[in-house]
């Protein structure tokens, strides 16, 4: 279209048929240079020839072969008349010249030019009466160039019509035949002539008409021009025809075409730049505006009309002038180039040569198409730049900007603005702005993309098209073919702002700001083609939103949803396509990026003050989160922590400095399968690291979770310095949704100054307290095996519920159950030992190494302890090598319903055992809660030996095998050594 625009400055050269006017009219009009008195014979009597007469004839008029012998010629100055016959016609003054040849020399420059005039008759009128005896009959009033008349002159200058009239008090010349006119290869042809003239205001020579100049010129019916402009050194026409009139106003130096009132666009201008290809122009007026070629030369300027009679000279049209506007209007303005794949409708295109400005209206909006491109606005006004680029454009109003897929017509990408849309060039970068306003977007429906905000800018490279080269093809751009010296146009930075909105099937994002740099070309090398799984029809991923290389968790996943203030995108090129794709996102201001899951797990979720993601396709990101906190949930895990990160290449995440990390398990710490998921819940002070399975921890660790059984709900709470966390399968972070697989605890490793709380619930009241406090702790929930590395100590504390404890009581009566005397709220058992702790939390049973104490005895409240040198009633304390703990569980039958749980230790090695009233030693003992019964026993040839209060007490009794019960003193020795029996 830009093209198709500036070839209207090559209308300039339709200045060069007025010039046949301009000779026509000179002839007529002109006053000769000087004064010529020549010889007046009597009509019919010819006049001698002179030798310069006949050879100029001969030279110059070849084609008129009477002027050599005609009967009459006449020189004045530079002009030759030959006539055959003249004679006075009428009374009114009229002389008739019959058959009428002029030639007019006019050196120039330096150069001759010659210009002659041949018509079948010409017929004067004088200011007075013609007399033959009078040498000079006044000026011409009026005169006509009757039958057949015909112009040359130099530069082809050639005029061909009938009948021309010279009305002095008309002040017109006109011709109602048609006329043809031509200089050099440009030529026209018009159904009728007509120049207004310019009437003198004051007292003309003697021998001049009262007329000073050429006020117009006009050509009526069936106007038809053609103009031969040059492509690449090879002529090419442009024609011009209207069914109207063509107008010439001297004065305003302005061409007009119009059409016919019962036509609305009769007014065509149409070349055809290459053979079946045409470029076209329809209105219903079109007016050209010309200016000097030079504005500083004024000496063609003609004198105004108020000039006295001896300095004016007659107003031509002037030669020196170049095109300076082009105005089409009407009710519908259309413009068409096949070559370049453009249309346009409006109703008013106005170019200024001048300021190189096109501007196109239309109240109910310009339409533009450009191949599969359209573009509606009612003002566009475009800035041409002196080499032919694309400066200014400004759309003005609403307007909408829509690609199309060639094959199925649908809407591969649009844009959309309420206020304007302008492109202007950045001094600061040297690149095109691109700027919507007001509610601005951008949509790709194929890709169900958009962005809108309230503005948009886009920074491209800027946009050069060179005159006479064809725009590149949509299947061209489609396909990367580019040739070097087409339209490319890269896009460098966007920026939107205020309301900024984004969807895509993999993103729906909010933000105040959103600010995308593109960096590389991201067309395709010339004969790449785009990989066949990224092919659909009426379907490109190519665009300002990119369908690829953005992070996704599949075709089946949920699109991400973010809120951000500020967010920014670096775009790269794919390697391998070419295409667009998200290498960097970075957000400021707090933000939250959300997706929900199709499996319906909790959501991930992703909030904080800043994020940055380094994206290197498919599923190669890494993820970094700052805030206070900066948090990452994910199918209920949740990672908390004033830097988060995360690396989906390295299936790596990590914390610099204090944090947090929630894992969802499905069974407690003895492998028991929970009845609802529960959370474990990590902080720490310095670092974590999570590769997916293995999670370590470093600085003052808190951990707790719950776990929920039919029976009861335990909680459990530990602290550490060192801490990993070992799952059943690894968490992949670059695994689509759907196909993670099911994870749970394998390992919990704590280590330097390890504690443990655990706490048990059981028809809502607390019925155990657990705690621990070891150097090196190792729990494998998956098996139920428990380790642990001392110096260390075990403490518990139980009851059973009220329930329970009357169950209990009424069972009473039976043998060896002494649960009901003496009965407390609490059982108390301490565990301190120095070496290793191994157990197995499913089976109940704890082993305890290197210098074993224990200490078990009856309390009133949960906080109450018992120290093994303060014993109270019914307490006891043991000292050993080693030392075996089992808690036991009564079996689920009738029989045993009223059974609470109960405890069994087997001490070995150097065992001493105290408790109220009594004192023993032995290699081994082992004690029964649910009879109340202790066993002693001795390796070898030693002894186990116990010292009991009360009568007879004080004397020991030694034996290889003691049963003791303190609740009743029942005493069974075997194989006793010493005296002192059983009591």
Same mark, same amino acid.
């Given at each position: 279209?830009?093209?198709?625009?500036?070839?209207?400055?090559?209308?300039?050269?339709?200045?060069?048929?007025?010039?046949?006017?301009?000779?026509?009219s000179?002839?007529?009009?002109? /006053?000769p240079?000087?004064q010529?008195?020549?010889?007046?014979?009597?009509p019919?009597?010819?006049?001698?020839s002179?030798?310069?007469? #006949?050879?100029?004839?001969r030279e110059?008029l070849?084609h008129?072969?009477?002027?050599?012998?005609?009967?009459?010629?006449?020189?004045?100055?530079?002009?030759?008349?030959?006539?055959?016959e003249?004679?006075?016609?009428?009374n009114?003054?009229e002389?008739?010249?019959?058959?009428?040849?002029?030639?007019?020399?006019?050196? /120039?420059?330096?150069?001759?030019?010659?210009?002659?005039?041949? @018509?079948?008759?010409?017929?004067l009128?004088?200011?007075?009466?013609?007399?033959?005896?009078?040498?000079?009959?006044?000026r011409?009033?009026?005169g006509?160039?009757?039958?057949?008349?015909?112009?040359?002159?130099?530069?082809?200058?050639?005029?061909?019509?009938?009948?021309f009239?010279l009305?002095?008090?008309?002040a017109?010349?006109?011709?109602?035949?048609?006329v043809s006119?031509?200089?050099?290869?440009?030529?026209?042809?018009?159904?009728q002539?007509?120049a207004?003239? =310019?009437?003198a205001?004051?007292t003309?020579?003697?021998d001049?008409p009262?007329?000073i100049?050429? !006020?117009?010129v006009?050509?009526?019916?069936?106007?038809k021009?053609?103009?031969v402009?040059?492509?690449?050194?090879?002529p090419?026409?442009?024609?011009?025809?209207t069914?109207?009139?063509?107008?010439?106003?001297?004065?305003?130096?302005?061409?007009?075409?119009?059409?016919?009132r019962a036509?609305?666009?009769?007014?065509?201008v149409?070349?055809?730049?290459?053979?079946?290809q045409?470029?076209?122009?329809?209105c219903e007026?079109?007016?050209?505006?010309?200016?000097?070629?030079k504005?500083?030369d004024?000496s063609?300027?003609?004198?105004?009309?108020?000039?006295?009679?001896?300095?004016a +000279?007659f107003?031509?049209?002037?030669?020196?002038?170049?095109?300076?506007s082009?105005?089409?209007?009407? /009710?519908?303005v259309?413009?068409?180039?096949?070559?370049?794949?453009?249309?346009?409708?409006?109703?008013?295109?106005?170019?200024?040569?001048?300021?190189r400005?096109?501007?196109?209206?239309?109240?109910?909006?310009?339409?533009?198409?450009? $191949?599969?491109?359209?573009l509606?606005?009612?003002?566009?006004?475009?800035?041409?730049?002196?080499?032919?680029t &694309?400066g200014?454009?400004?759309?003005?109003?609403?307007?909408?900007?829509e690609?199309?897929?060639?094959? *199925?017509?649908?809407?591969?990408?649009?844009?959309?603005?309420?206020?304007?849309?302008?492109k202007?060039?950045?001094p600061?970068?040297?690149?095109?702005? =691109?700027?919507l306003?007001?509610?601005?977007?951008?949509?790709?429906?194929?890709?169900? *993309?958009?962005?809108?905000?309230?503005q948009?800018? #886009?920074?491209?490279?800027?946009?050069?098209?060179?005159?006479?080269?064809?725009a590149?093809?949509?299947?061209?751009q489609?396909?990367?073919?580019?040739?070097?010296?087409?339209?490319?146009?890269?896009?460098?930075?966007?920026l939107?702002?205020?309301?900024?909105?984004?969807l895509?099937?993999?993103?729906?994002?909010?933000?105040?700001?959103?600010?995308?740099?593109?960096?590389?070309?991201?067309?395709?090398?010339?004969?790449? !083609?785009?990989?066949?799984?990224?092919?659909?029809?009426g379907?490109?991923?190519?665009?300002?939103l990119? @369908?690829?290389?953005?992070?996704?968790?599949?075709?089946?996943?949920?699109?991400?949803?973010m809120?951000?203030?500020?967010?920014?995108?670096?775009?790269?090129?794919?390697?391998?396509t070419? +295409?667009?794709? #998200?290498?960097?996102?970075?957000?400021e201001?707090?933000?939250?990026?959300?997706q929900?899951?199709?499996?319906?797990?909790?959501?991930?979720?992703?909030?904080?003050?800043?994020?940055?993601?380094?994206?290197?396709?498919?599923?190669r990101?890494?993820?970094? #989160?700052?805030?206070?906190?900066?948090?990452?949930?994910?199918s209920?895990?949740?990672i908390?922590?004033?830097a988060?990160?995360?690396d989906?290449?390295?299936?790596?995440?990590?914390?610099?400095?204090? $944090?947090?990390?929630?894992?969802?398990?499905?069974?407690?710490?003895?492998?028991?399968?929970?009845?609802?998921p529960?959370?474990?819940?990590?902080?720490?002070q310095e670092?974590m690291?999570?590769?997916?399975?293995? @999670?370590?921890?470093?600085?003052?660790?808190?951990?707790?979770?719950?776990s929920? *059984?039919?029976?009861?709900?335990?909680?459990?709470?530990?602290? %550490?310095?060192?801490?990993?966390?070992?799952? *059943?399968?690894? &968490?992949?972070?670059?695994?689509?949704?759907?196909?993670q697989?099911?994870?749970?605890?394998?390992? &919990?490793l %704590?280590?330097?100054?390890?504690?443990?709380?655990?706490?048990?619930?059981?028809?809502?009241?607390?019925?155990?307290?657990?705690?621990?406090n070891?150097?090196?702790?190792?729990?494998?929930?998956?098996?139920?095996?428990a380790?642990? =590395?001392? !110096?260390g100590?075990?403490?518990?504390?139980?009851?059973?519920?009220?329930?329970?404890?009357?169950?209990a009581?009424?069972?009473?009566?039976?043998?060896?159950?002494?649960?009901?005397?003496d009965?407390?709220?609490?059982?108390?058992?301490?565990?301190?030992?120095? $070496? !290793?702790?191994?157990?197995?939390?499913e089976?109940?049973g704890?082993?305890?190494h290197?210098?074993?104490?224990?200490?078990?005895?009856p309390?009133?409240?949960?906080?109450?302890?018992?120290?093994?040198?303060?014993?109270?009633?019914?307490?006891?304390?043991?000292?050993?090598?080693s030392? +075996?703990?089992?808690q036991?569980?009564?079996?689920?039958?009738a029989?045993?319903?009223?059974q609470?749980?109960?405890?069994?230790?087997?001490?070995?090695?150097?065992t001493i055992?105290?408790?109220?009233?009594?004192?023993?030693?032995?290699?081994?003992?082992?004690?029964?809660?649910s009879?109340?019964?202790?066993?002693?026993?001795a390796?070898?040839?030693?002894?186990?030996?116990?010292?009991?209060?009360?009568?007879?007490?004080?004397?020991?009794?030694?034996?290889?095998?003691?049963?003791?019960?303190?609740?009743?003193?029942?005493?069974?020795?075997?194989q006793?050594?010493?005296?002192?029996?059983s009591?």
């Amino acid at each position: 279209m830009k093209r198709l625009m500036l070839t209207g400055t090559v209308v300039s050269g339709l200045l060069g048929l007025f010039m046949a006017y301009r000779v026509a009219s000179g002839w007529l009009l002109a /006053r000769p240079e000087r004064q010529v008195t020549i010889a007046v014979a009597e009509p019919h009597e010819r006049l001698s020839s002179s030798a310069e007469n #006949v050879r100029i004839a001969r030279e110059h008029l070849p084609h008129v072969p009477w002027a050599i012998d005609s009967q009459y010629q006449i020189r004045s100055d530079h002009t030759y008349l030959y006539a055959n016959e003249w004679m006075p016609e009428g009374n009114r003054g009229e002389i008739r010249f019959r058959p009428l040849a002029m030639v007019m020399v006019n050196e /120039r420059k330096g150069k001759t030019q010659i210009t002659t005039l041949v @018509a079948e008759s010409a017929l004067l009128k004088f200011a007075s009466q013609f007399d033959v005896r009078s040498p000079n009959p006044g000026r011409i009033i009026a005169g006509a160039l009757e039958g057949e008349v015909s112009v040359a002159g130099p530069e082809g200058l050639m005029i061909k019509g009938r009948n021309f009239y010279l009305s002095e008090s008309a002040a017109r010349m006109y011709s109602d035949h048609p006329v043809s006119f031509a200089l050099g290869p440009h030529r026209g042809t018009a159904g009728q002539l007509q120049a207004e003239l =310019i009437p003198a205001e004051y007292t003309m020579h003697s021998d001049r008409p009262a007329i000073i100049g050429l !006020k117009s010129v006009r050509l009526r019916r069936n106007v038809k021009m053609e103009v031969v402009l040059k492509n690449k050194q090879e002529p090419l026409p442009l024609h011009i025809k209207t069914a109207g009139s063509f107008e010439y106003l001297v004065e305003d130096e302005v061409a007009i075409f119009e059409a016919e009132r019962a036509q609305k666009d009769d007014v065509l201008v149409y070349r055809e730049p290459v053979a079946g290809q045409t470029d076209w122009l329809r209105c219903e007026r079109l007016t050209l505006g010309f200016v000097p070629r030079k504005p500083e030369d004024v000496s063609q300027v003609p004198a105004p009309p108020t000039a006295k009679p001896e300095e004016a +000279e007659f107003r031509r049209i002037r030669t020196d002038l170049r095109f300076a506007s082009l105005k089409a209007e009407g /009710r519908l303005v259309r413009t068409v180039s096949t070559q370049q794949n453009f249309k346009g409708e409006m109703t008013s295109l106005v170019y200024n040569a001048v300021d190189r400005i096109l501007v196109m209206s239309d109240p109910k909006g310009v339409q533009l198409w450009h $191949g599969e491109n359209r573009l509606q606005s009612p003002g566009v006004q475009i800035a041409i730049g002196e080499a032919d680029t &694309i400066g200014d454009i400004l759309c003005a109003g609403p307007g909408v900007l829509e690609t199309r897929d060639p094959a *199925t017509q649908l809407i591969q990408y649009a844009a959309g603005w309420k206020t304007h849309l302008r492109k202007f060039a950045d001094p600061e970068t040297r690149l095109d702005v =691109i700027e919507l306003n007001n509610q601005a977007s951008f949509r790709q429906p194929g890709q169900k *993309t958009a962005l809108g905000a309230d503005q948009i800018r #886009v920074w491209v490279t800027p946009l050069s098209l060179a005159p006479g080269r064809p725009a590149p093809s949509v299947a061209s751009q489609q396909s990367g073919n580019l040739q070097p010296d087409a339209l490319n146009i890269q896009p460098r930075r966007l920026l939107a702002e205020k309301n900024v909105a984004m969807l895509s099937p993999q993103l729906e994002a909010e933000a105040e700001t959103l600010l995308v740099d593109f960096e590389g070309d991201f067309n395709r090398q010339p004969g790449e !083609k785009k990989p066949e799984s990224q092919k659909s029809a009426g379907n490109s991923s190519e665009g300002m939103l990119p @369908a690829s290389g953005t992070p996704s968790s599949g075709a089946n996943s949920k699109p991400f949803r973010m809120k951000a203030g500020h967010l920014k995108v670096l775009m790269k090129p794919d390697l391998k396509t070419g +295409e667009p794709m #998200v290498s960097d996102v970075w957000t400021e201001k707090d933000f939250q990026l959300s997706q929900a899951r199709i499996d319906n797990k909790p959501p991930l979720d992703l909030r904080g003050q800043k994020l940055h993601l380094k994206n290197e396709g498919e599923a190669r990101q890494v993820v970094h #989160v700052y805030g206070s906190p900066a948090e990452i949930r994910d199918s209920g895990m949740l990672i908390r922590g004033p830097a988060v990160h995360l690396d989906r290449t390295e299936n790596l995440a990590w914390v610099d400095g204090a $944090g947090n990390i929630q894992l969802p398990i499905e069974k407690d710490t003895s492998g028991q399968l929970m009845a609802q998921p529960e959370i474990l819940d990590i902080s720490w002070q310095e670092k974590m690291i999570f590769d997916g399975r293995k @999670a370590s921890f470093d600085g003052n660790i808190f951990a707790s979770f719950a776990s929920h *059984t039919p029976e009861a709900i335990n909680n459990h709470r530990m602290n %550490c310095q060192q801490m990993e966390v070992e799952l *059943t399968q690894r &968490i992949l972070f670059a695994q689509q949704q759907g196909q993670q697989p099911k994870t749970d605890l394998a390992v &919990i490793l %704590c280590k330097d100054g390890v504690r443990l709380e655990s706490y048990e619930r059981k028809q809502g009241l607390l019925t155990q307290i657990r705690r621990a406090n070891v150097w090196q702790l190792r729990l494998e929930p998956a098996t139920g095996a428990a380790s642990a =590395i001392g !110096k260390g100590k075990l403490q518990i504390w139980r009851r059973e519920p009220e329930s329970t404890i009357q169950q209990a009581s009424a069972s009473s009566a039976r043998a060896n159950r002494p649960l009901t005397a003496d009965q407390s709220p609490w059982d108390y058992t301490s565990v301190d030992f120095n $070496g !290793k702790m191994i157990g197995n939390i499913e089976s109940r049973g704890t082993t305890f190494h290197d210098r074993v104490q224990v200490v078990h005895g009856p309390v009133d409240t949960s906080v109450a302890t018992i120290h093994p040198d303060q014993l109270t009633k019914n307490a006891g304390s043991m000292r050993c090598d080693s030392l +075996e703990l089992i808690q036991r569980q009564p079996l689920e039958s009738a029989a045993n319903s009223g059974q609470k749980p109960w405890m069994e230790l087997f001490a070995n090695g150097n065992t001493i055992l105290e408790g109220n009233g009594f004192h023993a030693r032995a290699d081994q003992v082992s004690y029964d809660q649910s009879k109340g019964l202790f066993i002693l026993k001795a390796i070898g040839n030693r002894e186990a030996t116990i010292w009991r209060e009360g009568p007879g007490g004080g004397v020991p009794q030694t034996a290889k095998r003691i049963e003791f019960n303190p609740t009743t003193g029942k005493l069974d020795v075997n194989q006793a050594t010493s005296a002192g029996g059983s009591g």
